[in-house]
């Protein structure tokens, strides 16, 4: 063998490893994947850390809403469109990450790339749309103030290290 052919060959060889190895290649590795319609209409995944979340988040933005709502009215700060919009962009997260396209998603990487369409394209503006911080972060009801400020001085008035006492005048 010429050194020509040699170096020929070798540039053949990495393309040849690339190709066999994609035709073994799967998305998520040695995942268990449906092999017909009957497996596939009852192949729900529900994975605890994708669960898990959907479901905290989902009941987080739910209480801030209510929470919201009662104190302001239906609309009002948050409105409804905004909460449509949540709820479907979480719905689409369902769609892509827990109904059965996910392990199909592992069979077939056009139904893996159609998750992350419905992802990007789908969930990610909806649930953008929803402002979905205002109502998980809104301030849960107190009556009282916070405890750290208890003692604090109304009117940025001084103390004499009691906080009973009375406001010192300028003097």
Wanted: one cysteine or more; proline letters at 11%.
């Amino acid at each position: 063998m010429t050194a020509r052919a040699h170096r020929h060959l070798l540039t053949l060889v990495p393309p040849a490893v690339l190709l066999l190895s994609c035709a073994i290649a799967r998305a998520h590795g040695d995942e268990e994947v449906p092999e017909n319609l009957e497996q596939l209409r009852s192949a729900w995944a529900f994975e605890p850390g994708i669960c898990i979340p959907l479901a905290v988040s989902a009941w987080l933005y739910t209480q801030g809403v209510v929470r919201a709502w009662r104190q302001s009215g239906v609309g009002r700060g948050i409105r409804v469109w905004e909460v449509a919009s949540l709820a479907c962009g979480w719905l689409a997260l369902v769609v892509a990450l827990v109904s059965p396209l996910h392990p199909w998603g592992r069979a077939l990487f056009s139904a893996h790339m159609a998750q992350h369409e419905i992802l990007m394209l789908v969930a990610a503006p909806l649930l953008v749309l929803g402002r979905p911080v205002i109502p998980s972060s809104a301030p849960s009801p107190n009556p009282g103030p916070p405890p750290w400020r208890a003692g604090a001085i109304p009117h940025g008035g001084r103390s004499s290290g009691n906080s009973s006492a009375a406001p010192s005048s300028p003097g």
